[in-house]
Nanobody, 115 residues
Framework: QVQLVESGGGLVQAGGSLRLSCAASGSIFSISGMAWHRRAPGKQRELVAIITNVGSTNYATSVKGRFTISKGNAENTVYLQMNSLKPEDTAVYYC?????????WGQGTQVTVSS
């Protein structure tokens, strides 16, 4: 089992920045990827960014050039640096870890961007 704890959400004005953190604990071996997803009010959950175990990254078109996903030195942490935030980025952001055929999720952290 893998446990995930997210932090860093909050309220920010449009144009501002936030940095989300996710720390994984438990059986953290053979992790193939770590990702951030989000669910905005009334919308389906969407993939925001993903980073593989070899450091390859991919982003949703809506956040390219504004968000950056990275891993910590300890390899059990993943960050999402969010710059130039827009009101449409308002959502609950979820950390996701892929381990073999298993997928683990954090509890989510709220990000609210005011106009």
């Amino acid at each position: 089992q893998v446990q995930l704890v997210e932090s860093g959400g909050g309220l920010v004005q449009a144009g501002g920045s936030l940095r989300l953190s996710c720390a994984a604990s438990g059986s953290i071996f053979s992790i193939s990827g770590m990702a951030w997803h989000r669910r905005a009010p009334g919308k389906q959950r969407e993939l925001v960014a993903i980073i593989t175990n070899v450091g390859s990254t991919n982003y949703a078109t809506s956040v390219k050039g504004r968000f950056t996903i990275s891993k910590g030195n300890a390899e059990n942490t993943v960050y999402l640096q969010m710059n130039s935030l827009k009101p449409e980025d308002t959502a609950v952001y979820y950390c996701n870890v892929l381990q073999g055929r298993n997928s683990y999720w954090g509890q989510g952290t709220q990000v609210t961007v005011s106009s």
